[in-house]
């Protein structure tokens, strides 16, 4: 069967591996230049699936609304009045319970955790994709006594879900990450999750879209899609800016990030995501025994800072204020001050370089995938602020379902039609 992927992002890539491996004939189009130039970009490059959740939490209203108070806030968000936005923040509102809360981790974490045993099957396969991969875990960090108050619902959840963690004080977390021992942050206590792990998205694509070129798979870039034609109950083809031919399959796979609802909305179908931005910044290690080794969230302010090979990502914050990409100078100070505290020397945060990005989030959390009621159009988006994390599990269960297997995960609470 020939089936068009729209998208290169980590998700599109992901999901045309698997459906390369199952035999199909893959054609790939993106607008951009290369493979994850847009939000799969710069993430943080947590590879987490001990922290697969949704936004959509108990008690994060009034966390949000206190946050607008503060000057760096990492959490901002307009009140313009732009219908999509104020459906979405409704919609997110009416999950923030404790029994919706449970339920949509529940499905993320079911997915997170299916991906991460994709990924790691994938990097064993001796695939020659090199994207600074380790799995050293993650050291949540908590700077004082009372950030602390949470760790026991936090690992409540993860007992319930059945995740591995250790509680440590600040020694053993300096003796567990060395190049903490100059940290200017105290550290009250810290949370390591040992299953978890970190790469760079953007590599892992590239590397990956390389391996699929040589095998025969078609990489369209510089792509931009206009419009998908329906005819009766199936998708016709799809409309490229500036030619005047469809490009045509016999199935097609939608995971267009954050831009998907654009191009869905004109076939009957409004699907909830919205673009939720955040910031990182890359520098490079000077002095790899005063760098971190493994992956630390720094609870206090929601910036997570990883190991990527020879260099340093910090990244977070979320602003709900629509599609701009522009980088507020203000957001690159504050995570440039937050890496500074935790390592002063050893990381050459001077030269870094800033990055935003649209999370492309549902208002209840989990992605969106498998079927639509057109026949031969399969959805894969809506992977929020914890896409790396699923890319390879949502790739290889939409594959399943494009090949007509059931596939490994219960798709309850993954489809479209949990929105109807
Ligand atoms: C600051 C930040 C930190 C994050 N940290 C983490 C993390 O630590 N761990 C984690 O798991 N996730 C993290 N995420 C989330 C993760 O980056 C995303 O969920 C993931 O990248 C989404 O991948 P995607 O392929 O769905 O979207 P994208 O990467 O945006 O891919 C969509 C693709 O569609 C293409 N496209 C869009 N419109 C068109 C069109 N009209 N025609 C043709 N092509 C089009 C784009 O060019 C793009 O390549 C973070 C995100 C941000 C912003």
């Known amino acids: 069967m020939k089936v068009a992927v729209l998208g290169a992002g980590v ?24 493979a994850a130039l847009e939000t799969s970009f710069g993430n943080a490059g947590g590879l987490c699936p001990s922290f697969a959740g949704p936004w959509a939490a108990p008690g994060m209203i009034g966390k949000v609304l206190k946050m607008a108070l503060q000057r760096e806030a990492p959490i901002r968000f307009s009140l313009s009045p732009n219908p999509r936005k104020l459906i979405w923040l409704a919609r997110w509102i009416g999950n923030c319970n404790a029994e919706r809360f449970r339920a949509n981790k529940l499905r993320m974490q079911r997915v997170a955790h299916f991906s991460s045993a994709c990924l790691q099957s994938l990097a064993d396969s001796g695939l020659p994709i090199e994207f600074d ?21 936090i690992t409540r959840a993860l007992d319930e879900f059945e995740v591995p963690w250790r509680l440590l004080d600040g020694d053993e977390a300096r003796r567990l990450e060395p190049a903490l021992a100059a940290s200017r942050a105290p550290i009250a206590g810290a949370l390591f ?11 892992f694509a590239t590397g990956l879209a390389a391996y699929l070129v040589q095998q025969g798979v078609a990489f369209r870039y510089g792509t931009a899609i206009t419009a998908l034609v329906k005819a009766g109950d199936r998708i016709q083809g799809v409309q490229i ?18 831009q998907t609802p654009f191009l869905l909305r004109p076939l009957g179908l409004s699907l909830p995501i919205y673009p939720l931005k955040g910031y990182s910044i890359t ?20 910036v997570m800072i990883s190991r990527l090979g020879g260099r340093v990502r910090a990244a ?3 602003e709900l204020k629509g599609y701009s990409l522009a980088v507020d100078p203000g957001r690159v100070a504050f995570l440039k001050k937050v890496v500074r505290e935790w390592f002063p020397e050893g990381v050459g945060i001077d030269d870094a370089q ?61 489809t479209a039609d949990r929105y109807a």
């Open 354 to 414: 800033a990055w935003a990005g649209l999370r492309p989030m549902t208002p209840d959390g989990p992605a969106i995938l498998g079927k639509t009621h057109y026949a031969n159009l399969y959805l894969n988006c809506g992977h929020g602020s914890n896409g790396w994390t699923q890319a390879c599990g949502t790739g290889k269960i939409v594959a399943d379902i494009v090949s007509g297997r059931p596939p490994e995960v219960d798709l309850e609470g993954l």
């Open 11 to 34: 998700a599109g890539v992901a999901a045309a591996y698997y459906l390369w491996r199952d035999g199909h004939q893959v054609v790939v189009l993106d607008r951009q230049s290369g």
């Open 316 to 318: 977070g914050m979320a």
């Open 283 to 302: 520098a490079r290690v000077d002095d790899p025994g005063r760098a971190p080794r493994a992956a630390l969230m720094d609870e206090y302010n929601k």
């Open 241 to 258: 800016d500036g030619q005047a031919a469809l490009i045509s399959a016999d199935a097609y796979v939608v995971a267009l990030g954050q």
């Open 133 to 153: 991969y380790h799995q050293d875990g993650t050291l949540q960090l908590f700077r004082h006594q009372s950030d602390l108050k949470v760790v026991a619902g």
């Open 193 to 203: 999750l040992p299953r978890d792990g970190s790469g760079d998205s953007h590599k």
